[in-house]
T-cell receptor
């Protein structure tokens, strides 16, 4: 079936270091969304990318959508302990109405 | 932002019994609701998609007779795990999509433990 590959699975960083998680698909994506799930919590929507090559920023978070609309990344600058959690990408496949396919998630641990 | 309420948050049941989980959109009309299953430290696995007033669309490998989904109104969808077995123990989470766009609003999840 259709899959969205997300790497790395885990990332441990020292507070203040940067962090990046990547999502890749073999299929062209209609759009891609990013969610954050805190330990014990539920996923919370962060952002949606729609256009080829799109870059969006939310404070220390930078989201990119690849030119071919097959990959995306989330970059966090100068991580803080509040960034701890699992980050999921969720892709909407072109022509597949409504359904989102979630990546495996990247769990971020930040050491103070 | 939009709120999705999911109940119960935790349920323990005996093997062979049925459990109903409710998912309500509190301040918007959810045209589509999704049900996921999440194992510890793993991703969300889509189980089914439900649209108000129509039969749910189940993902491959998900037994529709075991996981009954009802989406009777624009604000309520229910998932019933019938004849539960210990292997059904998992975290079940719903999400809803309204008319404001494609982003999903998630419920807080239900931790099901089948003894």
């Amino acid at each position: 079936g259709q899959q969205v590959m997300q790497i790395p699975q885990y990332q441990h960083v020292q507070e203040g270091e940067d962090f990046t998680t990547y999502c890749n698909s073999s299929t062209t994506l209609s759009n891609i969304q990013w969610y954050k799930q805190r330990p014990g919590g539920h996923p919370v929507f962060l952002i949606q990318l729609v256009k080829s090559g799109e870059v969006k920023k939310q404070k220390r978070l930078t989201f990119q959508f690849g030119e071919a609309k097959k990959n995306s990344s989330l970059h966090i600058t100068a991580t803080q302990t509040t960034d701890v959690g699992t980050y999921f990408c969720a892709a909407s496949i072109s022509g597949n109405t409504g359904k989102l396919i979630f990546g495996q998630g990247t769990t971020l641990q930040v050491k103070p | 932002g939009a709120v999705v309420s999911q109940h119960p948050s935790r349920v323990i049941c005996k093997s062979g019994t049925s459990v109903k989980i409710e998912c309500r959109s509190l301040d918007f009309q959810a045209t589509t609701m999704f049900w996921y299953r999440q194992f510890p430290k793993q991703s969300l696995m889509l189980m089914a998609t439900s649209n108000e007033g129509s039969k749910a669309t189940y993902e491959q490998g998900v037994e529709k007779d075991k996981f009954l989904i009802n989406h009777a109104s624009l604000t309520l969808s229910t998932l019933t795990v019938t004849s539960a077995h210990p292997e059904d123990s998992s975290f079940y989470i719903c999400s809803a999509r309204g008319t404001m766009g494609e982003k999903l609003f998630f419920g807080s999840g239900t931790q099901l433990s089948v003894l």
